[in-house]
């Protein structure tokens, strides 16, 4: 019975649902308007301007470039549907074109002065200008707008923009409708006698796509707002003002930001007696015997092909910037910067081209080249570098391996840059580190990939099956940990239970790589399974581990939401650890207790009970530690560094790893990790081994992690021999790890302005990079150095431009600096206890921010205005904790 009542109910309301509709419909055509509507035999005449205005973010009218397009519009009824009095055929006519320059103080700055609009336009463009076109409207919609096929598609697009201000409905509601920005959500607010029109810009969808760069800390925002009010006058538009403004930030520094502003104007000056309504059955009858050469073209916006006359070929413009790109410049701003422009050349060149200057550059710019061409990510950039390079060649490493880091830094992979890096693994490779690479960085690309939601596309598929199921097949130790840093890179969650078995390894490699890569994960994944492995880790449940496995065990711990009882059994091991490691996990206690990182609240509640904390837990000696703190803090970003120390307990550094973190709009992104590793060199020092660590072999090398991106390990030596040999010929010159130009932002679009005008935005990070590291041992000074050399500028580029074939207008907004970061550890081993002092230093570095404005013709005439403003930042040393300043004032008094 209550199932019969509820249908009745539904049917009931279905049929006052469809009355109401049907009485909507019938009110619409014969009562109230859901338009406005033409008189018949009457002309509308109307003034109509558009100007679009281009500057930086907070830069006034007057410091802005653009354009003002002025003209008189001719509108009148051609036709309306008999049985419907909202459905209507409008012919729309220009006159009296007239293109000027936005402000009127320009002065000797207008590049417009001394020009005419038919000049300007050309014949072809003149006459297109004045052909009457054609909209369709149905209850206040456009149905269809009609113009010429062979029409500039410029003309179109102006054309489009202007019909689009004759689009609007009466009442005030949501609607999906098409008009020249695309297919976008509009909100009408009606008001005695004025509709307000709210474009929701970012619901709008184009043909036209461009790409960013995934990483919220290294990438680029919009903000974007479309308002047009209209002013009604007997149910018809007497005005209608609209603006738009998109403003473009780089989202590390917002004030390197570029704002367009976009304005329309359609004011009616008059009404006079104008053509009779046509007779036919349809309106595209009636358009097809007005003209059969006009064409239903569709109101949305089409692609304009900008033209270049005067752009310079890319050999030409690579011959301009090669001297910039050279190795002795990559410190200076002026490297990045020309390797961003070299991009934009090349993203428009064709493979033979990029193969001319790939075999014209010189040995020593070669390697720049090589970034900037895999950098392009086109089709024709990874053609040419792949003809061009032969990696059964073990001659060519070096810029293999720029390639190979290039794909892996890239803004926007796609699937076919995978596969290109699948069948070079799969053929013969002449250099063991390069296959490494390859496997390496295949992982890297698998998650950006992921990323972009092709984690089901066919060639990530199988790489997925690859480095998920190697590791179990084969038992080779180099090939185990060359797919276990792949799977660290890929951030697969699949890859989690190999990395909890791989953490319980014999191998301590195997179990440091696995150890570190469960800390990139997000916390929700790392489940109660993992966490009981590590624990089993760091306790020694099951097996001794080496002090570096059990710090890193240790790491996940405190930053994967440890329980209470975590917690209380970690800082009850303080006390019954090695000498070092208990002034580690000590030191790395106070650090998240002083830094209030995630892990220090349920820290302190276990500190409340003093069997847990207690002067001798807390009172443990030592040279290992653990430090934290702020390289920057802004609105914009904020920057962390954190220094973890490890010794053995015979004085040598054991595990020296430096991170910089990265933090924006909610998103962390791991800048830099530079990891140096140490063991079995106690035999130097006649010292003993700590427990577990007594068989290890000799052995220095270094990790690094660059922009979330695993790279490969470098080793210093391996072996007794190899230390020996390397410690008599060593120079004190530190190893390189990571060098050349990395593409850190890269954003691309197409802002389709209402006005028919299109905006292309470009806006690119290149970072140039020097990063080195060595490990220096005087057994006749009983002396030990680390040192991580850090070196690089760091250039960002904004670009926005409106080219309309007849004039060109645009904004850049940029920003450039140039620093050093030093990380140097010095150890004393000719006393006990050994003295230990680490030192961070940065230099005093400059920042330039710069905003140029420039406005060009065909004809070559070009203004530029450029503006800057430049400052220091004084160099500092970064502060570590007190014991490390009194430990220094000791080491730099005994050296004297």
């Given at each position: 019975?209550?199932?019969?009542?509820e249908?009745?109910?539904?049917?009931?309301?279905?049929a006052v649902?469809?009355?109401?509709?049907?009485?909507?419909?019938?009110?619409?055509?014969?009562?109230?308007?859901?338009?406005?509507?033409?008189n018949?035999?009457?002309?509308?005449?109307?003034?109509?301007?558009?100007?679009?205005?281009?500057?930086?973010?907070?830069?006034?009218?007057?410091?802005?470039?653009?354009?003002?397009?002025?003209?008189?519009?001719?509108?009148?009824?051609?036709w309306?549907?008999?049985?419907?009095?909202?459905?209507?055929?409008?012919q729309?006519?220009?006159?009296?074109?007239?293109i000027?320059?936005?402000?009127?103080?320009?002065?000797?700055?207008?590049i417009?002065?001394?020009?005419?609009?038919e000049?300007?336009?050309?014949?072809?463009?003149?006459?297109?200008?004045?052909?009457?076109?054609?909209?369709?409207?149905?209850?206040?919609?456009?149905?269809?707008?009609?113009?010429?096929?062979?029409?500039?598609?410029?003309?179109?697009?102006?054309?489009?923009?202007?019909?689009?201000?004759?689009?609007?409905q009466?009442?005030?509601?949501?609607?999906?409708?098409?008009?020249?920005?695309?297919?976008?959500?509009?909100?009408?607010?009606?008001?005695?006698?004025?509709?307000?029109?709210?474009?929701?810009?970012?619901?709008?969808?184009?043909?036209?796509?461009?790409?960013?760069?995934?990483?919220k800390?290294?990438?680029?925002?919009r903000k974007?707002?479309?308002?047009?009010?209209?002013?009604?006058d007997?149910?018809?538009?007497?005005?209608a003002?609209?603006?738009?403004t998109h403003?473009?930030?780089?989202?590390?520094?917002?004030?390197?930001a570029?704002?367009?502003?976009?304005?329309?104007?359609?004011?009616l000056i008059?009404t006079?007696?104008?053509?009779?309504?046509?007779?036919?059955?349809?309106?595209?009858g009636?358009?097809?015997?007005?003209?059969?050469?006009?064409?239903?073209?569709?109101?949305?916006?089409?692609?304009?092909?900008?033209?270049?006359?005067?752009?310079?070929?890319?050999?030409?413009?690579?011959?301009?910037e090669?001297?910039?790109?050279?190795?002795?410049?990559?410190?200076?701003?002026?490297?990045?910067r020309?390797?961003?422009?070299?991009?934009q050349?090349?993203?428009k060149?064709?493979?033979?081209?990029?193969?001319?200057?790939?075999?014209s550059?010189?040995?020593?710019?070669?390697?720049?080249v090589?970034?900037a061409?895999?950098?392009?990510?086109?089709?024709?950039?990874?053609?040419?570098?792949?003809?061009?390079l032969?990696?059964?060649?073990?001659k060519g490493?070096?810029?293999?391996?720029?390639?190979?880091?290039?794909c892996?830094?890239?803004?926007?992979?796609?699937?076919?840059?995978?596969?290109?890096?699948?069948?070079?693994?799969?053929?013969?490779?002449?250099?063991?580190?390069?296959?490494?690479?390859?496997?390496?960085i295949?992982?890297?690309l698998?998650?950006?990939l992921?990323?972009?939601?092709?984690?089901?596309?066919p060639?990530?598929?199988?790489?997925?099956?690859?480095?998920l199921?190697?590791?179990?097949?084969?038992?080779?130790?180099?090939?185990?940990?060359?797919y276990?840093?792949?799977?660290?890179?890929?951030?697969?969650?699949?890859?989690?239970?190999?990395?909890?078995?791989?953490?319980?390894s014999?191998?301590?490699?195997?179990?440091?790589?696995?150890?570190?890569?469960?800390?990139?994960?997000?916390?929700?994944?790392?489940?109660?399974?993992?966490?009981?492995?590590?624990?089993?880790?760091?306790?020694?449940?099951?097996?001794?581990?080496?002090?570096n496995?059990?710090?890193?065990?240790a790491?996940?711990?405190?930053?994967?939401n440890?329980?209470?009882?975590e917690t209380?059994?970690l800082l009850l091991?303080?006390?019954?650890?090695?000498?070092?490691?208990?002034?580690?996990?000590?030191?790395?206690?106070?650090?998240i207790?002083?830094?209030n990182?995630?892990?220090?609240?349920?820290?302190?509640?276990?500190?409340?009970?003093?069997?847990?904390?207690?002067?001798?837990?807390?009172?443990k000696?030592?040279?290992?530690?653990?430090?934290?703190?702020?390289?920057?803090?802004?609105?914009?970003?904020?920057s962390t560094?954190?220094l973890?120390?490890l010794?053995?307990?015979?004085?040598?550094?054991?595990?020296?790893?430096?991170?910089?973190?990265?933090?924006?709009?909610?998103a962390?992104?791991?800048?830099?990790?530079?990891a140096?590793?140490?063991?079995?060199?106690?035999?130097?020092?006649?010292?003993?081994?700590?427990?577990?660590?007594?068989?290890?072999?000799?052995?220095?090398?270094?990790?690094?992690?660059?922009?979330?991106?695993?790279?490969?390990?470098?080793?210093?030596?391996?072996?007794?021999?190899?230390?020996?040999s390397?410690?008599?010929?060593?120079?004190?010159?530190?190893?390189?790890?990571?060098?050349?130009?990395?593409?850190?932002?890269?954003?691309s679009?197409?802002?389709?302005?209402?006005?028919?005008?299109?905006?292309?935005?470009e806006?690119?990070?290149?970072?140039a990079?020097?990063?080195?590291?060595?490990?220096?041992i005087?057994?006749?000074?009983?002396?030990?150095?680390?040192?991580?050399?850090?070196?690089?500028?760091?250039?960002?580029?904004?670009?926005?431009?409106?080219?309309?074939?007849?004039?060109?207008?645009?904004?850049?907004?940029s920003?450039?600096?140039e620093?050093?970061?030093?990380?140097?550890?010095?150890?004393?081993f000719?006393?006990?206890?050994?003295?230990?002092?680490?030192?961070?230093?940065?230099?005093?570095?400059?920042v330039?921010?710069?905003?140029?404005t420039?406005?060009?013709?065909?004809?070559?005439?070009?203004?530029?205005?450029?503006?800057?403003?430049?400052?220091?930042?004084?160099?500092s040393?970064?502060?570590?904790?007190?014991?490390?300043?009194?430990?220094?004032k000791?080491?730099?008094?005994?050296?004297w």
């Open positions: 019975m209550n199932l019969a009542v249908r009745g109910h539904t049917m009931l309301a279905l649902l469809m009355l109401c509709a049907a009485t909507s419909v019938s009110v619409s055509a014969k009562g109230v308007a859901a338009g406005p509507r033409l018949n035999n009457q002309l509308y005449k109307f003034s109509y301007t558009t100007e679009v205005l281009l500057n930086k973010a907070r830069g006034s009218k007057e410091g802005s470039t653009g354009s003002r397009i002025s003209c008189e519009v001719d509108v009148n009824l051609v309306r549907d008999p049985n419907n009095d909202d459905e209507q055929l409008v729309l006519a220009i006159s009296n074109l007239r000027e320059h936005p402000s009127q103080s320009a002065g000797k700055n207008n417009l002065e001394g020009t005419t609009t000049g300007l336009l050309g014949k072809t463009n003149s006459a297109a200008v004045t052909k009457p076109f054609f909209l369709h409207l149905r209850n206040g919609k456009t149905k269809a707008f009609y113009s010429y096929w062979k029409e500039p598609a410029i003309i179109k697009n102006l054309k489009r923009g202007l019909a689009s201000l004759l689009q609007v009466l009442h005030t509601g949501k609607v999906i409708e098409n008009d020249v920005s695309g297919r976008c959500l509009i909100e009408y607010k009606a008001v005695k006698g004025q509709i307000t029109r709210t474009k929701r810009l970012e619901t709008c969808r184009t043909a036209e796509t461009g790409f960013t760069t995934h990483s800390v290294l990438g680029v925002s974007s707002s479309s308002v047009t009010v209209f002013k009604l007997d149910g018809f538009i007497h005005s003002v609209a603006e738009e403003w473009v930030s780089v989202n590390a520094r917002r004030s390197t570029a704002k367009v502003l976009s304005r329309q104007t359609l004011t008059g006079e007696a104008g053509p009779l309504e046509a007779a036919g059955k349809d309106a595209a009636v358009v097809k015997s007005t003209d059969d050469k006009l064409a239903a073209v569709g109101i949305v916006a089409e692609k304009v092909k900008p033209k270049c006359k005067s752009c310079p070929s890319l050999f030409e413009h690579w011959q301009a090669q001297k910039r790109l050279e190795p002795t410049g990559l410190a200076k701003a002026a490297a990045p020309s390797f961003l422009a070299l991009i050349s090349i993203r060149a064709s493979k033979e081209e990029i193969l001319k200057v790939l075999k550059a010189s040995k020593t710019s070669l390697p720049q090589v970034d061409v895999t950098s392009s990510q086109t089709v024709a950039s990874l053609d040419a570098m792949l003809q061009f032969n990696f059964t060649d073990a490493f070096v810029l293999q391996e720029r390639f190979l880091y290039a892996g830094f890239a803004s926007h992979p796609n699937e076919r840059m995978l596969q290109v890096l699948l069948d070079i693994s799969k053929g013969k490779i002449g250099s063991t580190d390069i296959k490494e690479s390859v496997v390496i295949m992982g890297a698998v998650h950006k992921c990323q972009k939601g092709q984690c089901n596309v060639t990530v598929v199988e790489v997925k099956k690859m480095i199921e190697v590791p179990y097949s084969t038992e080779d130790d180099s090939e185990v940990q060359m276990l840093l792949a799977l660290k890179n890929s951030l697969l969650p699949e890859a989690i239970p190999i990395f909890t078995k791989y953490a319980e014999k191998l301590g490699a195997y179990s440091t790589i696995a150890l570190t890569a469960l800390q990139r994960y997000d916390v929700g994944l790392i489940t109660s399974e993992v966490k009981e492995a590590v624990n089993r880790v760091y306790h020694q449940n099951l097996r001794i581990y080496e002090k496995v059990r710090a890193a065990a790491d996940v711990i405190l930053s994967s440890p329980s209470y009882m209380k059994n091991s303080i006390g019954h650890l090695p000498r070092e490691m208990n002034k580690y996990m000590l030191s790395k206690i106070q650090d207790l002083r830094f990182m995630p892990a220090s609240k349920i820290l302190r509640q276990v500190m409340k009970d003093m069997i847990s904390q207690n002067y001798d837990r807390f009172s000696v030592g040279s290992s530690s653990s430090f934290s703190g702020f390289m920057a803090q802004s609105s914009d970003v904020t560094y954190s973890d120390i010794y053995s307990g015979s004085g040598i550094l054991r595990r020296s790893n430096m991170n910089i973190f990265g933090a924006s709009k909610g962390v992104l791991h800048g830099l990790q530079v140096i590793e140490a063991q079995g060199l106690e035999s130097l020092i006649a010292a003993t081994p700590d427990e577990g660590e007594e068989d290890l072999e000799s052995f220095a090398g270094m990790s690094a992690l660059l922009f979330d991106i695993q790279l490969r390990p470098v080793t210093f030596f391996k072996g007794y021999s190899d230390l020996m390397k410690m008599f010929s060593m120079s004190g010159e530190p190893m390189n790890v990571v060098k050349g130009l990395i593409l850190l932002s890269d954003h679009e197409v802002i389709q302005l209402q006005s028919g005008l299109k905006a292309s935005a806006f690119q990070g290149g970072l990079i020097d990063i080195s590291g060595g490990m220096e005087s057994l006749w000074y009983r002396e030990s150095k680390t040192s991580v050399n850090n070196r690089g500028a760091l250039v960002f580029t904004g670009n926005i431009t409106v080219d309309m074939d007849f004039l060109k207008t645009g904004v850049e907004v920003f450039e600096t620093a050093s970061l030093d990380f140097i550890t010095t150890v004393q000719s006393e006990y206890p050994f003295l230990v002092c680490m030192q961070m230093d940065k230099t005093t570095f400059p330039s921010d710069f905003v140029t420039y406005e060009g013709l065909p004809s070559g005439k070009n203004i530029v205005s450029r503006k800057s403003n430049k400052f220091l930042i004084p160099g040393e970064f502060p570590l904790h007190q014991e490390n300043s009194d430990m220094c000791k080491v730099f008094d005994s050296s």
